[in-house]
């Protein structure tokens, strides 16, 4: 189907010799690989949410994780900064991340887009686009789909020079064309189903030879796959019967935003999703995210998503496996892949019993595999099947390989929890407190002159400013003669102001900021004055935390300080106001230490900073220190406590906006243990209320290559950089659990196992970190045993079973096998 053009094309080139090539097409069960219908574990990992050294390890843990495949957005904003200006370069080389997933023998799926939204800047789209003269963005407009054409055609023409898609002997088996615009649609009226309509045949016109996905698109047309976003999508059927059903996006956890808490989905939940999907006829399946990462630089979108951008996914931000999520759907994958001939060829029987329990067969003349599934959330079932009884918990889904004995159940985790702990930077010599220097901000010519370099008689949207800096000046002066009906003893400003920062000053004076949370669009900020008789300098400056990202018309949301902006006297019962917003406002761009490039190295302005009298809780502060890099190979983290809100370098690289002073949300966290059952949605589970949103921030090693490394703060509040360390991050301890016969594997992640705390075969209680003994036990000394086994190795592997243990004589008990263990 998809791809006739690509198939013939592929066998002339077989034919002639030229290269190896793989032909991808679908048909109405599945994705077909060379003809074999295919069972397809995807994740997401973006390129640029990592350094390019973190590639091939990221990659090589998603392919042990038992992926076939990694996904990645073409993120447009980042890649044609200015107007046909393009950058591939670093962690832009997209070109590069694809051939890195191909040496590692895995497929590709390039969601090109161009609109992404991904909690990414503006979704993704360059700010330019929005300030192009008649320009409409994500509808049946020329000059945008002009320009969407341009972009598409452009990473198409990269992408096949290099012969990276499927059909040309590449690893690219899928590709997608915009975003979840079935989601936001009805908003654009008919021009919204001409420019579905358009995107389908443009991007049909780009015979890339492997599939076009349409992700949320109910009216996908032909032959467009339309498939499924969310954290369940087993009840999903794709518009077209010949398409096969796919999921582009299962939610390992969620996104973070300033003021938000910490997301969890547990590893059980996440592996009964995607049982359930293939229980119900799914057949390719892509984790977003597989690997979230950072949000370096102003990649952030928003407004207000933090610079971490772990997601609880199965690789944690810095790269280390977050357990036991990745090793229970590993196990997961393994199971799944195992069946892919009854999934994809078997006749399918559904049964359903009754009380949310169903059992699905799939069978084939040769053989069958059953999933028995639970979706009841606190009755645990028993189905009697072919003579057996077979245990299926709340909430879970069992798969039996053969019909008849249970391989692997979501519910039961027999994978290791790690701990992951920080550790001081212990590189040598490295003093315990890091040496400062200092310079402020220079303000004297916008907080206290007003100049700026444009004017305007209005106030302006701070995209005009193309979003080359967080930064907006507005300024503006106003003459108040003695006779002015306003002067009154009770003056104020007020100003309406966007979910962004403002930071007011009057007559050279600061007044107060305001800032709104996430989701919320707007405020109004108002504080008393006092006004000088004659000249009074208005200086506002407007600070993004990032560009909306999603919704209907998103682009169009008003960013910065659209008004109005009002004196206001008040006398008894009366308010005179004065209106500001149509005088003539001076505009200045950024900062002027960003302008010297402070932040870089070899800045020409390096030599004045200062020592002494080292500001603390200083607006608009610039401090800068040195450091070593941390000894060993763990990740390195950034302890950013103490400090407000700004913009931190490393050896001038950005490792992200910093804001450890917004604090998360009290209410929300329970002290109750999380219960995987239930549907999940993203406010359940949550950790870290009342706590900063976020004081670790990722720099990857390769940004501090240098024995002596430089960090720079930009401080915007006012803040205290005596507490800010450079540490790595490790799992520190690890906890075993293994049911009756299964493997318990431990390890520690390429580190020695140093200690046992704990170990018992039977029917332990508590969680890693407080395990107890419980009142069956196998009667030989399982701590010895453990210890024999895996002291001082990187990983051990032991069986849970009563021949290793000894007997425990409580046969109706179903027991495990727990190990505490030390890294
Ligand atoms: C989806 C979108 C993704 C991402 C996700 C939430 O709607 O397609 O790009 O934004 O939501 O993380």
């Given at each position: ?21 793989t032909?991808?097409s679908?048909?109405g069960?599945a ?6 219908r295919?069972?397809?574990i ?5 390129y640029?949410?990592?350094s390019?050294?973190m ?10 994780g ?9 993120f447009w904003n980042?890649h044609e900064?200015?107007?046909?200006q393009?950058?591939f370069?670093?962690?832009?080389d ?5 051939k ?5 023998g895995?497929y ?7 609109y ?22 994500r509808?049946?407009n020329?000059v945008?789909?002009n320009?969407?054409?341009?972009f598409?055609t ?21 590709s997608?064309?915009?975003n ?7 908003s654009y ?6 420019y579905?309509d358009?995107c ?5 016109s ?17 032959p467009m796959?339309?498939t ?14 010949n ?5 582009t ?5 969620w996104?973070?935003?300033w ?6 989905r ?21 984790y977003y995210?597989y690997?979230g ?10 407004p207000?998503i933090s610079?971490?951008?772990d ?9 280390n496996?977050?357990?036991p999520?990745w ?12 069946m ?5 060829h078997g ?8 009380n ?6 799939y069978?084939t ?10 979706i009841?959330t ?5 189905i009697h ?6 245990n ?15 391989v ?6 027999n994978?290791?929890?790690s701990v ?10 490295e003093p315990?407190?890091l ?6 901000e220079?303000?004297d010519d ?33 003459n108040?003669?003695?006779d002015?009906?306003i002067w ?8 309406n ?5 403002l930071?007011a000053?009057v007559n050279g004076e ?5 800032w709104?949370?996430?989701g ?9 004055v006092?006004?000088?008789?004659g ?7 407007s ?6 990202n999603?919704g ?6 008003a ?8 004196l ?16 003539k ?18 800045s ?13 809780n ?16 763990d ?8 400090m407000g809100k700004g913009?931190?370098?490393v050896n001038?690289?950005?490792i992200?906006?910093y ?14 243990a ?7 949605q993203n ?12 004081i670790?921030y ?6 501090i ?18 507490l ?6 490790a799992?520190?301890?690890?906890c ?16 020695p196992?140093?200690?046992?705390r704990?170990a018992?075969?039977g ?12 009142s ?5 000394n399982?701590m010895s ?6 002291l001082?190795?990187e990983s051990c592997?032991i069986?849970?079973s ?11 008990i179903?027991?495990r096998l ?6």
């Amino acid at each position: 189907m998809g791809s006739s053009l690509g198939f013939a094309l592929c066998l002339l080139i077989v034919f002639i010799g030229v290269a190896s090539c793989t032909e991808v097409s679908h048909d109405g069960r599945a994705i077909t690989i060379d003809g074999q219908r295919k069972i397809l574990i995807s994740g997401s990992i973006h390129y640029p949410r990592s350094s390019t050294e973190m590639w091939p390890d990221l990659i090589k843990k998603a392919k042990e994780g038992g992926l076939d495949a990694v996904e990645t957005y073409v993120f447009w904003n980042a890649h044609e900064p200015l107007r046909r200006q393009y950058d591939f370069t670093g962690n832009l080389d997209l070109i590069r991340f694809i051939k890195t997933i191909q040496a590692e023998g895995l497929y590709a799926v390039l969601r090109i887009g161009p609109y992404v939204c991904a909690e990414w800047n503006y979704g993704g789209f360059p700010v330019w686009l929005h300030n192009m003269p008649g320009i409409e963005l994500r509808t049946a407009n020329t000059v945008f789909m002009n320009e969407m054409q341009n972009f598409t055609t452009l990473i198409v023409d990269m992408v096949k020079k290099e012969k990276l898609f499927a059909s040309q002997g590449g690893p690219i088996i899928l590709s997608q064309i915009e975003n979840e615009y079935g989601n936001v649609m009805s908003s654009y009226g008919a021009a919204g189903k001409a420019y579905v309509d358009w995107c389908a045949n443009m991007a049909n016109s780009l015979d890339i030879g492997v599939p076009w996905l349409m992700c949320q698109q109910a009216d996908a047309p032909e032959p467009m796959i339309n498939t499924c976003n969310g954290w369940y999508c087993d009840s999903f059927t794709p518009n077209n019967p010949n398409s096969p059903k796919m999921w582009t996006e299962n939610w390992t956890g969620w996104f973070k935003n300033w003021g938000g808490k910490d997301p969890h989905r547990t590893a059980e939940d996440l592996a009964f999703s995607v049982a359930r999907f293939f229980q119900f006829g799914g057949t390719f399946q892509n984790y977003y995210m597989y690997h979230g990462g950072t949000n370096f630089g102003r990649t952030a979108g928003g407004p207000y998503i933090s610079t971490s951008y772990d997601y609880d996914a199965p690789i944690d931000e810095f790269g280390n496996l977050n357990q036991p999520k990745w090793g229970h759907l590993k196990q997961l994958h393994h199971v799944l892949k195992s069946m892919e001939m009854t999934l994809t060829h078997g006749n399918v029987s559904n049964m359903d019993i009754g009380n949310g329990v169903s059992a699905t067969i799939y069978a084939t003349n040769e053989t069958a595999s059953c999933f028995f599934g639970n979706i009841n959330t606190t009755s645990d079932a028993t189905i009697h099947f072919q003579g057996t009884e077979y245990n299926v918990p709340a909430w879970s889904v069992s798969i039996l390989p053969d019909c008849k004995n249970e391989v692997y159940n979501t519910a039961k985790v027999n994978t290791q929890t790690s701990v992951m702990v920080k550790k001081r930077n212990e590189a040598e010599s490295e003093p315990s407190v890091l040496k400062w220097v200092w310079r402020p901000e220079t303000t004297d010519d916008t907080i206290q002159l007003g100049k700026g370099s444009l004017t305007a008689s209005q106030l302006v949207d701070q995209k005009v400013s193309n979003d080359v800096s967080d930064y907006l000046w507005y300024m503006t002066s106003v003459n108040i003669k003695d006779d002015d009906p306003i002067w009154s003893d009770d003056m104020s400003i007020r100003v309406n102001g966007t979910g962004q920062i403002l930071h007011a000053y009057v007559n050279g004076e600061y007044i107060g900021s305001e800032w709104a949370t996430y989701g919320v669009y707007n405020y109004v900020f108002e504080k008393k004055v006092k006004l000088n008789r004659g000249k009074n300098q208005i200086t506002l400056l407007s600070a993004t935390v990032g560009l909306q990202n999603y919704g209907a018309n998103f682009d169009l949301t008003a960013t910065g300080i659209p008004g109005p902006v009002v004196l206001i006297g008040r006398k008894d019962d009366e308010s005179i106001i004065k209106d500001l917003s149509s005088h003539k406002w001076s505009y200045k761009v950024g900062l002027h230490g960003l302008d010297n490039v402070l932040y870089s190295t070899d800045s020409r302005y390096a030599s004045k900073w200062q020592a002494d009298n080292l500001p603390i809780n200083r607006m608009m502060t610039w401090y800068k220190t040195t450091f070593k890099a941390p000894l060993g190979t763990d990740p390195v983290v950034l302890n950013l406590q103490g400090m407000g809100k700004g913009l931190a370098w490393v050896n001038g690289q950005s490792i992200g906006r910093y804001w450890p002073s917004f604090i998360a949300e009290e209410d929300g966290c329970s002290n109750e243990a999380c219960d995987y059952r239930g549907a999940y949605q993203n406010n359940k589970c949550v950790s870290n209320c009342g706590q900063p949103t976020q004081i670790w921030y990722h720099v990857p090693r390769s940004f501090i290559p240098e024995d002596v490394n430089t960090l720079v703060l930009f401080e915007e509040f006012g803040g205290n950089p005596s507490l800010v360390n450079f540490q790595t991050v490790a799992a520190g301890t690890v906890c075993g659990n293994a049911y009756e016969s299964n493997n318990m594997e431990l390890s520690c992640q390429g580190r020695p196992i140093s200690a046992i705390r704990f170990a018992s075969f039977g029917d332990p209680k508590g969680t890693c970190g407080s395990f107890e003994k419980g009142s069956c036990e196998g009667r030989n000394n399982a701590m010895s045993i453990v210890q024999n086994a895996c002291l001082g190795k990187e990983s051990c592997s032991i069986q849970a079973s009563e021949d290793v243990f000894g007997s425990t004589n409580c046969s109706d008990i179903s027991k495990r096998l727990v190990v505490e263990a030390v890294c």
